[in-house]
T-cell receptor
Framework: EPEVTQTPSHQVTQMGQEVILRCVPI?????FYWYRQILGQKVEFLVS????????KSEIFDDQFSVERPDGSNFTLKIRSTKLEDSAMYFC??????????????FGEGSRLTVL | KNEVEQSPQNLTAQEGEFITINCSYS?????LHWLQQHPGGGIVSLFM???GKKKHGRLIATINIQEKHSSLHITASHPRDSAVYIC?????????????FGKGTKLTVNP
């Protein structure tokens, strides 16, 4: 079965540093998402992306966050100046518009970010 | 108040038992998802429902739109079913695509 891949699986960074998390969504999917899960808490929506632009974002997704789909395959989440509270597991997800599994989200394995 | 509530929070069963996990939500939705989160953290989609019932192997998911309630059943549970099961909904708000998640139900199946 096709899968969403994320890199890195774990990143440790110093507070204030920039971090880029990378995702390769399923190739024929059109909708892309980033979610995060702080340890011990529920998964939270960050941003959705469709047709090369942000379609929806949460209150968490402030000016220090940005997303890009630079080359038609990768989908990246950039955190410009990391804070301690950005430590979390970040999940990329994608979904397609048609077929028997339309609207179903396919998640990557997650990128664990630790900010020191 | 959380928009998505799951019960129980934790569930321990013996191998072979029939498992039910419940999810209630407080908003209008376009779809409800059941997801499985492995101990390593990865999330797998099990079902997406907007009405009725779906079955896949030993897993059955039902939804009652009028009562804003869904259940996930596991028949003949096995230790490999041990995971966190998460209910998430697509709120029906102006074309929103995001999922709103419950806190999850941690299932442990003992041999």
């Amino acid at each position: 079965e096709p899968e969403v891949t994320q890199t890195p699986s774990h990143q440790v960074t110093q507070m204030g540093q920039e971090v880029i998390l990378r995702c390769v969504p399923i190739s024929n999917h059109l909708y892309f998402y980033w979610y995060r899960q702080i340890l011990g808490q529920k998964v939270e929506f960050l941003v959705s992306f469709y047709n090369n632009e942000i379609s929806e974002k949460s209150e968490i997704f402030d000016d220090q966050f940005s997303v890009e789909r630079p080359d038609g395959s990768n989908f990246t989440l950039k955190i410009r100046s990391t804070k301690l509270e950005d430590s979390a597991m970040y999940f990329c997800a994608s979904s397609g518009a048609g077929g028997s599994r339309a609207g179903e989200l396919f998640f990557g394995e997650g990128s664990r970010l630790t900010v020191l | 108040k959380n928009e998505v509530e799951q019960s129980p929070q934790n569930l321990t069963a013996q191998e072979g038992e029939f498992i039910t996990i419940n999810c209630s939500y407080s908003v209008g939705i376009s779809a409800l998802h059941w997801l499985q989160q492995h101990p390593g953290g990865g999330i797998v989609s099990l079902f997406m429902l907007s009405s009725g019932k779906k079955k896949h192997g030993r897993l059955i998911a039902t939804i009652n739109i009028q009562e804003k309630h869904s259940s996930l059943h596991i028949t003949a549970s096995h230790p490999r079913d041990s995971a966190v099961y998460i209910c998430a909904v697509n709120p029906r708000r102006g074309g929103s695509e995001k999922l709103v998640f419950g806190k999850g139900t941690k299932l442990t199946v003992n041999p």
